[in-house]
């Protein structure tokens, strides 16, 4: 057809070819198959060019590389013929100058120098030796210069460029070395500039190698090595560096978390640890013996672990079961130690980083235990059973079913605590005990201190009993796990036992002051006991009151149930503190106002026998010791008792009124014989003497 004679023809290199008339013709009357045939001769036509064209260019690029040789040949040679010509120069300056000097030593005319002369002296040689092989020297270098810009292109383009640099380190030494000789030779030349940007060109290589997230490290290696060599140290760092972060991001989305954390975490440290430790290795290849460049590499390493331990956190303290946490946590420290080169030692700084998330995560599960601890307490009957250690015959205390609940309580939680334990961890461990015995003792303080409460005395000294437990056998069990898992003593260990004790001594000052306020309402009657007798009556002081032998009775009963309940050595600590909570209570605001109001005349045997009594308690007080406030108090009353005697006296207009308070009263002798007196008939006991005997007098339960 007309279209495949057309394609047949070969139009293209006649100098009137047209595209669009060649197109117009060749397509206008033409068939289907036409179109079809003429394109697919097309086809082979180019495929045809094409090859022409590689062979062309792979037979002329020997031609190219011989003539840019022959040009750099021709280049050298000018800059002979160039030296040359200052050479000449110079020699007729110096010859011009000859002829200035024997003009004028002798008078006579220079000589005349011909053109001829002045090319046989520029012929002849300098006559050294040594200058004639430098300028042999010179020229070999300047030719080296010229050639050196081809040879780093045939270089690269063979990827030979172990040799491309140094060939580049065997310029730098030459230009170093004759540094003034060859900028005057090559002044104006553009051999440095081609020089230049064929370093630039081989620096831009290496640099795209090493940015390859798929080259094996030890081409990475010689890369960072050749870049170094080229004085770019800073950026084969920068981009190794960069390379491996975006290798270890890749790597990190390959890991799919499938809802196993312990699984997820134990590929994760495994991947970012190898990767640390891989990238280590090969970093001290290179800068093994430059400090500064160590220092940056430890400032990406510690950028990376960061990156992990926020994937770390997200992941693991969502769960918030301390036994995914300790797993997880253990795991990411075995491979943080089994991963990483000895000069590289991560593992502090991890548990630096995890110990905030870890340790509010501690706070939070010791807040919740704290809470079922509180509920334990409140929901408890307080009738436990006494239960004794099987070392030691003195510690015996009564367990209630909450101080059971208290010990499971800590000891699952100090069985968590031991799975994540560290030094850096025990400030925040210690804190979580404090804090979940803190909720347990404000628990039974807060039933102590009700209003509604209807516990009595052996159900209180439970409490207490719950609370030395802790003290002296949950807590040092846990203090002994915990130095265990740890292999050393903890110095913190007295604070938390300290802790626990303050727990105890709590809830026993809240029992002693409840106790105490219900002692002076319904055993010393104290707001509304009158001293005062009856008109016209005297009652003369033979011993104390009895309202104050039954407070003693009550005090020695008490002992001993506490000795049963609690323990010994606490049953004489807490009738002290009772006592104390007693005669304090005694002077309260409210006490105090209705009693002075009760006795405000008080005649000279009432005044004895009040006195009589306050002097009774510091007697009997001796066995069971006062606080310094209780002391105080009872002075003070004995002090307001003869003042308000006075003025007694002096309202009366009485003549003999004393002029001090101090006066009106007995020597302390006499009192001491009356207390003396009373108990060697009593049998040192004030039980005997107390009225109404029997339990029923003992203060109601509150």
């Excluded at 206008?28 to 260019?57: C, F, H, P, Y």
């Excluded at 001796?622 to 006075?646: K, N, R």
């Excluded at 207390?675 to 339990?695: C, L, V």
Aim: proline share 4%; aromatic share 8%.
């Amino acid at each position: 057809s007309k279209s495949v004679g057309a394609a047949a023809r070969d139009p293209f290199g006649e100098p009137s070819f047209s595209v669009d008339a060649y197109t117009k013709s060749l397509f206008e009357s033409s068939s289907e198959d036409g179109v079809r045939q003429a394109r697919e001769a097309l086809a082979r036509k180019k495929a045809d060019l094409a090859e022409e064209l590689k062979a062309s260019v792979y037979k002329n690029y020997r031609g190219f590389i011989s003539t840019a040789k022959e040009i750099s040949q021709l280049e050298v040679e000018m800059l002979e013929v160039r030296n040359l010509f200052e050479s000449v120069n110079k020699s007729l300056e110096q010859a011009q100058h000859l002829s200035f000097s024997f003009c004028r030593d002798d008078g006579a005319a220079p000589a005349e120098v011909t053109p001829r002369a002045r090319s046989s002296s520029v012929a002849l040689p300098t006559g050294n030796p040594r200058k004639d092989d430098a300028r042999k020297q010179l020229l070999c270098d300047i030719r080296l210069l010229v050639e050196v810009p081809d040879e780093l292109e045939v270089l690269m383009a063979q990827r030979n460029l172990p040799e491309a640099v140094a060939l580049l380190e065997k310029v730098q030494g030459l230009l170093k070395k004759n540094s003034s000789l060859l900028g005057r030779a090559l002044e104006g030349h553009h051999i440095k500039t081609d020089i230049d940007c064929r370093v630039n060109d081989l620096a831009e290589m290496l640099c795209r190698d090493l940015e390859d997230p798929s080259l094996p490290p030890a081409h990475a290696r010689r890369a960072m090595v050749l870049l170094t060599r080229l004085t770019l140290q800073d950026r084969a760092r920068d981009i190794f560096l960069q390379a491996r972060s975006a290798l270890l991001r890749k790597e990190g989305k390959k890991i799919k978390f499938e809802g196993d954390v312990c699984k997820y975490v134990n590929d994760l440290s495994h991947l970012v640890f190898f990767h640390i430790g891989t990238a280590c290795a090969d970093y001290l290849h290179v800068f093994a013996d430059n400090s500064i460049m160590l220092s940056a590499f430890v400032q990406w390493a510690s950028g990376e672990l960061q990156a992990f331990v926020e994937v770390f956190n997200q992941k693991v303290f969502y769960a918030d079961d301390f036994q995914v946490i300790g797993e997880c946590l253990w795991r990411a420290e075995f491979f943080c130690k089994a991963l990483l080169p000895p000069e590289l030692s991560l593992l502090f700084f991890l548990r630096q980083l995890i110990t905030p998330k870890l340790s509010g995560a501690i706070a939070a599960y010791a807040s919740r235990v704290g809470a079922s601890v509180a509920k334990l307490a409140n929901d408890d009957e307080w009738c436990g059973s006494p239960q004794q250690e099987p070392t030691t015959a003195e510690k015996r205390v009564c367990i209630s079913s909450s101080a059971v609940g208290l010990h499971r309580a800590l000891r699952e939680f100090g069985n968590a605590m031991c799975l994540v334990t560290s030094p850096e961890l025990l400030p925040s461990i210690f804190a979580a005990y404090q804090a979940v015995l803190s909720h347990y003792g404000a628990a039974v303080a807060s039933l102590i201190d009700s209003d509604e409460g209807t516990l009595n005395d052996k159900q209180m000294l439970c409490q207490i009993a719950a609370c030395v437990y802790c003290e002296e056998t949950v807590f040092p069990k846990l203090l002994g796990q915990m130095e265990k898992r740890l292999c050393c003593s903890l110095s913190e260990g007295p604070r938390l036992l300290r802790s626990a004790g303050d727990t105890a001594t709590l809830v026993a000052s809240a029992f002693a002051k409840r106790r105490g306020r219900a002692l002076v309402a319904e055993v010393l009657e104290w707001p509304t006991a009158s001293y005062a007798p009856a008109r016209g009556s005297r009652k003369p002081v033979t011993e104390p009151s009895h309202r104050f032998v039954r407070l003693f009775r009550y005090l020695l009963d008490l002992t001993a149930q506490a000795a049963e309940c609690v323990q010994k050595k606490w049953a004489r600590r807490i009738a002290c503190q009772v006592l104390s909570e007693t005669v304090c209570a005694m002077t309260s605001a409210d006490v105090n106002t209705a009693f002075w109001a009760v006795n405000n005349t008080l005649s000279e045997d009432s005044l004895h026998q009040l006195v009589l009594d306050m002097k009774f308690v510091q007697a009997r007080a001796g066995s069971h010791g006062l606080s310094d406030t209780a002391s105080s108090t009872l002075t003070g009353i004995v002090q307001a008792a003869a003042q308000q005697h006075v003025r007694v006296l002096r309202n009366a207009g009485a003549p003999d009124a004393p002029s001090s308070a101090q006066s009106v009263l007995h020597p302390d002798e006499w009192y001491q014989q009356l207390i003396q007196r009373f108990e060697a008939g009593s049998g040192g006991t004030p039980a005997k003497h107390a009225t109404g005997g029997g339990s029923g007098n003992r203060p109601k339960a509150q």
